[in-house]
């Protein structure tokens, strides 16, 4: 027998030229062993019917994708394997992500949202023994629909939602998981809210305790809140090396990056009130207490209550003057953007959406004004 392309004898039985290596058109090669995938990785499979991308790639009942040849579906479960976090990583509990989440995220926080994140974390016992990647949407619910059940608020469950979707995120950036299951997470209706801002008429009451024996440390401090806007954790903490009295500012705050060691500036008509407590003040602390540690702000809450309640003002809170401050500011037309920076928030929409509120009266003037000066013009 003689190869096809050069002529040359083939020895008997031979598949290939010993020659040229061209291949005898007699030889059929024996069908290819599909080998089988480790267990695990995953599987292809052709779908039925006419199809663009007939190749589907599949793990664990999952499919991942199509594609238009087995071996870009080949590639595609390779390509998701490679991705994929390890499996002792995989079998990480809810309380395990917990704990390595908190280590680092707790560095970054004050110590209130660190307290509102533990008790969020203490409502979601159930989920503590269970995989973050066996866990969906509907175990996160659970949980929320518990609470409801329970009685709890609405704001209580944005915040165990809020902490879900901060372990979802930290499981995705280490491929346990895939998206974040908080987001589709259903809330109770919101309750009608409540949160109102001091009128110039019930702050001027205020100052009229100023000078009470019992009260007038309260009033003073409730004063301070309403034109600095601090949180009352804020100024009782506030230290005095960190008063610039002559230069009408402090420096402090707590909660978040953008709220700590923030520049706040200092009314003029507040100045005494910051002199009342700096006058004879050997502590590190601008308000301290008679022991010369800061002032318990579970004792000064009762006592702004027992001030509210001699004034007669009602349905407030030591927070109300944070707000009072936002809208006041917010009112004789400081950009939202300063406001936002005394207050240390993080983003300008929560300072617009939740801390400043329309004086109605403020916009009756407003119209009147803007309706006098559409008159002028026509005249």
């Not at 372990?167 to 309750?191: H, V």
């Not at 309640?309 to 109300?320: A, S």
């Amino acid at each position: 027998m003689l190869c096809p392309r050069c002529r040359a004898a083939l020895p008997d039985g031979a598949n290939f030229c010993p020659q040229c290596g061209k291949r005898v058109s007699s030889f059929v090669p024996s069908p290819q062993k599909h080998r089988r995938r480790a267990k695990g990785t995953g599987s292809v499979y052709k779908l039925q019917g006419r199809r663009s991308k007939p190749w589907a790639a599949c793990v664990n009942g999952r499919l991942i994708g199509t594609c238009r040849t087995s071996g870009e579906a080949v590639a595609l479960l390779e390509q998701y394997n490679a991705s994929r976090a390890p499996e002792s990583l995989r079998r990480i509990t809810f309380a395990e992500v917990y704990d390595q989440w908190s280590a680092q995220h707790y560095k970054t926080i004050g110590e209130s949202a660190q307290k509102s994140y533990s008790l969020a974390y203490a409502s979601a016992s159930q989920l503590y023994d269970k995989a973050l990647a066996d866990l969906g949407t509907a175990d996160y619910q659970r949980v929320i629909d518990g609470m409801v059940s329970d009685g709890l608020s609405r704001s209580t469950c944005e915040k165990v939602r809020l902490l879900f979707g901060q372990l979802c995120q930290w499981g995705m950036t280490r491929d346990i998981i895939d998206k974040n299951y908080a987001q589709f997470l259903e809330l109770p209706a919101p309750s009608p809210k409540k949160t109102r801002v001091l009128s110039d008429v019930e702050i001027a009451r205020i100052w009229t305790m100023e000078d009470d024996k019992r009260l007038g440390d309260t009033a003073r401090i409730t004063l301070i809140m309403i034109y600095t806007g601090m949180r009352i954790n804020e100024l009782l903490l506030m230290r005095r090396e960190n008063v610039h009295l002559d230069q009408r500012y402090m420096i402090g705050g707590e909660k978040t990056a953008a709220g700590r060691d923030r520049p706040i500036p200092i009314d003029k008509c507040i100045v005494p009130l910051i002199q009342h407590f700096l006058d004879g003040n050997t502590s590190e602390w601008l308000i301290p207490s008679a022991s010369g540690i800061p002032r318990d702000h579970h004792v000064v809450r009762r006592s702004f209550s027992s001030l509210m309640k001699k004034l007669d003002i009602e349905g407030v809170t030591p927070h109300t003057c944070r707000h009072t401050a936002a809208s006041r500011w917010a009112a004789q037309g400081m950009p939202i953007q300063s406001v936002k920076e005394i207050l240390g928030h993080s983003s300008i929409q929560t300072t617009s959406d939740i801390y400043t509120h329309a004086d109605p009266l403020a916009l009756v003037r407003a119209l009147d004004a803007r309706s006098a000066e559409t008159t002028e013009v026509q005249k």
